[in-house]
């Protein structure tokens, strides 16, 4: 008799055992798996956050936040002046220059009055500084080759009046033409102070890009002309 009762105890304290075994197994599971997934969802969130920054336009110094100006006679004033939308354009279109790839969007036509302390940054842009319109474009541009190549958007911006503007008069500022390294892709905005345009009478830009160079300063395919209509003014 105390042989079977020994027996029925031996294996009841070798089945706990092994259930707490079990338990522990899996509890280690369960945390193993925890790091891992909170891991992805860092991986996620960083991914996220950076496709989220990428798509947004960085506030420019010398010209007012213009996103929420979608409609024309949409007003806009911040720390930089006040703005108001006269016209636009739905213009989304992509381009190839021989290894370059260029992407204009986003065009608009703007009534722009700088802050005060802007007002003689643009004195040589503008005619009248206080108050002009300019157009202004967003552009991407990939060189989609492994070496450097030398390339400007923008070299030449003509309105339908004939007004021309040169790369140089760019009031935005933000390094958009230039050398590219291999693989190299930049985005961003370029502003043009229209001093000769009614912009009631405005119906189309052109854009000429310039050449793209390699490293010798040698042509390697010529400049594209871009027809851009301003659908709204």
């Not at 079990?22 to 496709?51: I, L, Y």
């Amino acid at each position: 008799m105390k042989y079977v009762i020994g027996f029925f105890l031996a294996a009841s304290l070798s089945l706990a055992g092994c259930a707490n075994n079990a338990e522990q197994e899996s509890n280690n599971d369960t945390n193993s798996s925890q790091p891992e997934t909170k891991q992805e969802d860092n991986k996620q969130n960083d991914t996220q956050t950076n496709d989220e920054q990428a798509t947004q336009a960085q506030d420019n110094p010398q010209a007012p936040d213009d996103s929420s100006l979608t409609k024309v006679g949409d007003f806009h004033e911040d720390e930089d002046g006040s703005a108001m939308l006269k016209a636009l354009s739905n213009f989304n279109e992509t381009t190839q220059i021989g290894d370059v790839e260029l992407t204009i969007s986003d065009v608009k036509v703007l009534n722009y009055s700088p802050s005060m302390d802007l007002i003689d940054f643009f004195h040589p842009y503008s005619d009248d500084e206080k108050n002009f319109n300019y157009v202004k474009l967003h552009v991407t541009v990939k060189n989609k080759s492994d070496e450097p190549v030398d390339f400007a958007p923008v070299s030449v911006l003509e309105t339908n009046s004939g007004e021309k503007k040169g790369f140089v008069e760019d009031f935005y500022l933000e390094e958009l033409y230039g050398v590219y390294e291999g693989n190299e892709e930049r985005s961003g905005q370029m502003g043009f102070v229209l001093n000769e345009t009614e912009v009631d009478k405005l119906s189309s830009i052109t854009v000429k890009t310039s050449d793209v160079f390699d490293e010798d300063k040698k042509s390697k395919a010529k400049a594209k002309t871009i027809e851009i209509p301003i659908e709204d003014s």
